[in-house]
């Protein structure tokens, strides 16, 4: 009997060659200039370093997984130049995506049904200079998971690639040992108050590697701006009702 093809495994090679030609059609010459600067978050928040280290691996913890997906992309969008994004489902949406900065033209999709092709692919990404950005998306049932050896691996890789690593996960997968330089957790407030329908993330820094935690933040994303705002009312009244 045939095998089913969503459960093969990955002709990791044929995978390997084909994303090389595809980044290096995208890149020009084949390769990406590295900022060294981090990536920006929002103005107002007091993060280690000013932003999201490059060369670095982050934790994304989402209570539901359009808030976690529209972070991501937000932070993939300014990393400036190709982004992969990895995951089982292949349910990313790139026009959506685009309204977060993320430039469908930047960006590779890879679809990869079993776990440890998608670990794989993620460090294959995070090594190649040429990407500037790579996301790997931990399924919902938790069924993976994703140790403290493999989280090191991936943090290894980015090192030695320069890129911006994230994870994004549920966040009710729970709090594992974790080798990532940060850990956020993103929750959604939704559209209200000044520009209707622009979307509200409730933001923490849980940990940070030579930091402190931080928040909750309460932001706004201004997509016609390209800008992610502080709410400092909003945010003044989180951190009471956390200290309560």
């Known amino acids: 009997m045939p095998a089913d093809p969503q459960h093969a495994p990955l002709d990791q090679a044929a995978l390997l060659s084909a994303l090389r030609a595809r980044v290096a059609r995208l890149e020009g ?4 200039q590295h900022d060294a600067a981090p990536v920006p978050l929002c103005d107002g928040l007091r993060l280690p370093g000013g932003g999201l280290a490059r060369a670095a691996l982050h934790e994304v913890l989402a209570t539901a997984p359009g808030c976690g997906a529209a972070f991501c992309a937000m932070l993939l969008g300014r990393s400036g130049g190709t982004v992969l994004w990895i995951s089982g489902s292949g349910e990313a949406w790139p026009p959506g995506l685009a309204r977060f900065g993320l430039a469908p033209a930047r960006l590779v999709l890879v679809r990869a049904m079993q776990w440890q092709d998608a670990l794989w ?3 294959e990404a995070l090594r190649c200079a040429a990407v500037t950005g790579a ?9 993976a998971g994703l140790d403290l050896t493999a989280t090191r691996r991936l943090q290894l890789a980015a090192e030695a690639g320069g890129a911006l690593g994230l994870v994004l996960r549920p966040d009710a997968l729970g709090l ?5 330089t940060t850990r956020w957790r993103v929750g959604s407030l939704g559209g209200e108050g000044r520009g209707l329908g622009d979307p509200r993330w409730q933001l923490e820094l849980l940990r940070a590697r030579g930091g402190r935690p931080g928040g909750p933040w309460a932001v706004t994303w201004r997509a016609a701006a390209g800008t992610l705002e502080l709410d400092e009312e909003a945010t003044a009244q989180a951190g009471q009702r956390a200290s309560a």
């Open 135 to 143: 996301l790997l998306e931990v399924p919902e049932e938790g069924e």
């Open 29 to 32: 010459a084949g390769r990406a």
């Open 121 to 123: 692919a993620m460090e």
């Open 176 to 180: 594992g040992q974790s080798a990532a």
